[in-house]
């Protein structure tokens, strides 16, 4: 589809990848305010759950919950929020969110107004990230 973001550009910084979908950390100010953000990408292009084929279904959930186990080991959040939409971008992908009691936003989501400013984390490292998520898929594996 060529007026797809997500099937022309990586939409983020490659973590991790194979042959069927790919782990973006997510820059920008959701980056920044949410650090250990990261969104989980079909390769192809499909815009629902129910498009792909129950053993598709189920290596892109078993990636899901390995980014939220990788993003908890290395963030260690007070919770993970998981979300897909693909109203913006009709491409299926997960959001997988560390958030704090603390965070600029909590409780409620991420794409409401702020009710707070964002309280300064440290953003992991590409290597402990990609290497957690790397660790994780091999363990579950």
């Not at 973006?24 to 959701?30: D, P």
């Not at 953000?37 to 959930?61: G, I, K």
Request: net charge neutral; charged share 25%.
């Amino acid at each position: 589809m060529v007026s797809c973001e997500l099937c022309q550009s990586p939409g983020g910084e490659l973590l991790w990848q194979d042959e069927l979908c790919r782990v973006i950390r997510v820059g920008g100010a959701e980056g920044e305010a949410f650090p250990g953000f990261c969104r989980v990408v079909w390769r192809a292009h499909v815009a629902e759950m129910s498009d792909l084929p129950a053993a598709d279904r189920q290596h892109l959930l078993a990636v899901v919950l390995a980014t939220e186990r990788a993003v908890r080991e290395i963030m260690h959040p007070d919770k993970i929020n998981l979300a897909s939409f693909g109203n913006v971008v009709p491409h299926l992908h997960w959001h997988v969110i560390p958030r704090w009691r603390d965070d600029s936003h909590f409780p409620a989501p991420i794409w409401e107004a702020a009710r707070r400013p964002a309280p300064r984390r440290a953003q992991p490292s590409t290597e402990a990230l990609s290497g957690a998520l790397r660790r994780v898929l091999e363990y579950s594996a």
